[in-house]
């Protein structure tokens, strides 16, 4: 049994019921709190659940899709803020021991520099890098501003698209539990390709950053 069925297992009549008593300021809220703890309350989960109790019309599409978004791009930059003041002093104290050099972090800095905008927008349509990619960006002394920007243009799509399934779903658990299973094994197939391919890079000598 995986992560999110495990979760999904929980997502009942009671849990919806929660749900609509916290109203939208709960929905604001726990939109922040998917960024800031990656994903520990998943978007994924999250927005169908508000999607269906927008069907049963306890909830209004447009305003609660706003609340959740403006929620998330809170926890975004919460996210980004931890990073930016504890992430490089961390990474430069252990990242050693992760092929994480202080040579690197350098070549980290100018690609986010170079291209951060694209990284974190297009970043946000990849189930695993948009859990983690605010923590690279702040790491990388990517400015604020614009971080925001394109995290919330690049978290639309994606949020549209979840709540409607919830509309179109209602409360077929099963559908979601099918879906999420064969999702999150594609996450963990990219993420482990990214982890053999930078380690490889890095033994190599062919660093990921050298390239920017």
Do not use: C
């Amino acid at each position: 049994m995986n992560f999110f069925t495990l979760i999904l297992k929980g997502i009942g009549s009671e849990s919806l019921e929660l749900l609509s008593r916290l109203g939208y300021g709960g929905a604001f809220v726990l939109g922040a709190l998917d960024r800031i703890t990656i994903s520990l309350i998943p978007t994924e989960i999250l927005l169908p659940a508000y999607g269906f109790l927008v069907s049963t019309g306890k909830m209004e599409y447009w305003l609660t899709f706003w609340i959740i978004s403006f929620g998330a791009v809170l926890g975004e930059l919460v996210l980004f803020w931890i990073s930016v003041k504890l992430g490089r002093e961390v990474v430069e104290r252990w990242g050693r021991y992760f092929f994480v050099s202080k040579h690197e972090l350098q070549h980290l800095d100018r690609l986010f520099a170079k291209h951060g905008t694209k990284i974190v927008f297009w970043g946000r349509f990849l189930p695993v890098a948009r859990a983690i990619v605010a923590i690279p960006a702040g790491i990388g002394g990517m400015n604020w501003k614009p971080f925001a920007a394109y995290s919330f243009l690049g978290m639309l799509p994606y949020n549209f698209l979840f709540m409607y399934l919830g509309t179109k779903a209602g409360e077929n658990l099963e559908f979601f539990r099918q879906y999420f299973s064969v999702l999150e094994k594609i996450a963990y197939v990219i993420l482990i390709i990214a982890i053999v391919w930078y380690v490889y890079r890095h033994l190599s000598k062919k660093h990921l950053t050298h390239n920017g």
